[in-house]
Nanobody
């Protein structure tokens, strides 16, 4: 599986952005797809993840209620809608794929990574 993240940019606090992760490969439906982010000087942290069915997505506490993850297995895309953005959401966002039915929140479980897209939220 190859992943291509897009959609980052600059937003004001309280604003919205939508990230997209496009995948290639015939077995996309077998993979958990998650978003992680990494701010300068910080460790990479889990943001949200979604299993093949799209049911019961998982969110970090810091984004729960503000971000929504969704997937389209036909189009092989996973989107992350980010609302009520805060300056602390500023980071490089990565999508990652794991061949599993279980969403993992630790980066080292993930086998495939996109190249990252910058999100900057100004106050």
């Amino acid at each position: 599986v190859q992943l291509q993240a897009s959609g980052g940019g600059l937003a004001q606090a309280g604003g919205s952005l939508r990230l997209s992760c496009a995948a290639t490969g015939r077995t996309f439906g077998n993979y958990v797809i998650s978003w992680f982010r990494q701010a300068p000087g910080q460790e990479r942290e889990f943001v949200a993840g979604i299993g093949w069915s799209g049911d019961n997505p998982t969110y970090s506490d810091s984004v729960k209620g503000r971000f929504t993850i969704s997937r389209d297995n036909f189009e092989k895309t996973v989107s992350l809608s980010m609302d009520s953005l805060k300056p602390e959401d500023t980071a490089v966002y990565y999508c990652a794929a794991l061949n599993s039915w279980l969403v993992r929140t630790t980066p080292h479980y993930y086998e495939y990574w996109g190249q990252g897209t910058q999100v900057t939220v100004s106050s």
